[in-house]
Structure formats: structure tokens, C-alpha cells
Nanobody
């Protein structure tokens, strides 16, 4: 069983930066492809970014390209989402997820393990 825990969400102002952290416990936490999703109130959960198990391949949603950066620290078994130039439209609960898929996937259904989410609120 894999436990995914994310943290770092808080209230910020438009234009600020924020870094979310995620860890996946288990026998081989570094062996998972990791993704970040977000869900605004009353809306579906959407793909934000993903990074392959080796950290070589990365993908972003168009809405965050150039502003967000996903990375992973193998020694610390952590995955990060650096969010810059935040906009009120970025307000959502952000979820970290893990999958055993070998290729980058963006569909919610492709991820097997999920964290409980961390709230990011961007005020204008």
C-alpha cells in the first residue's frame, strides 16, 4: 500500500509564489510516476503536472506552463510543485497522486494512489 501526503498549501496573494511538497511512502516510493492535480469548488479534478519515475519526462497542463515547475528529490523521496506568479484562477485543492504507469498520463483514472489534498487560495 502506498500512502501519499501533500503539504504546503495556504492563502497567498496574486503574483506570489508557493511550493507544494509531496511524499509517497511504501517499498519503492521513487519508483512511481507522480502527478499533481487540482480541483476548484464545484469543478472536476484537473491535471496540473506530472514527472516520470526517473525524473526525465515532465508534462504540464497548458494553463500552468511557464509558471509551475514539478521536480523530485530522490534522496528525500519527495516531489515538489513550484508555483510562480499565482493567479486567483489557481485557487483549488491540490492533490498529489502516484501511479505505476511507465509513461506520463494526465487522466485522473490512471493514478492509483492519492493524497488528501492541500488548499491553495490566491486572493486578488
Amino acid at each position: 500500500q502506498v500512502q501519499v501526503i501533500e503539504s504546503g498549501g495556504r492563502l497567498v496573494q496574486a503574483g506570489d509564489s508557493l511550493k507544494l511538497s509531496c511524499t509517497a511512502s511504501g517499498r519503492t516510493p521513487n519508483g512511481y510516476l507522480m502527478g499533481w492535480f487540482r480541483q476548484a469548488p464545484g469543478k472536476e479534478r484537473l491535471f496540473v503536472a506530472a514527472i516520470s519515475s526517473l525524473g526525465v519526462k515532465i508534462d504540464y497542463a497548458d494553463s500552468v506552463k511557464g509558471r509551475f515547475a514539478i521536480s523530485r528529490d530522490f534522496a528525500k523521496k519527495m516531489v515538489y510543485l513550484q508555483m510562480n506568479n499565482l493567479e486567483p484562477e489557481d485557487t483549488a485543492v491540490y492533490y498529489c497522486a502516484a501511479t505505476t504507469r511507465a509513461r506520463i498520463v494526465s487522466a485522473v483514472a490512471e493514478y492509483e494512489y492519492w493524497g488528501q489534498g492541500t488548499q491553495v487560495t490566491v486572493s486578488s
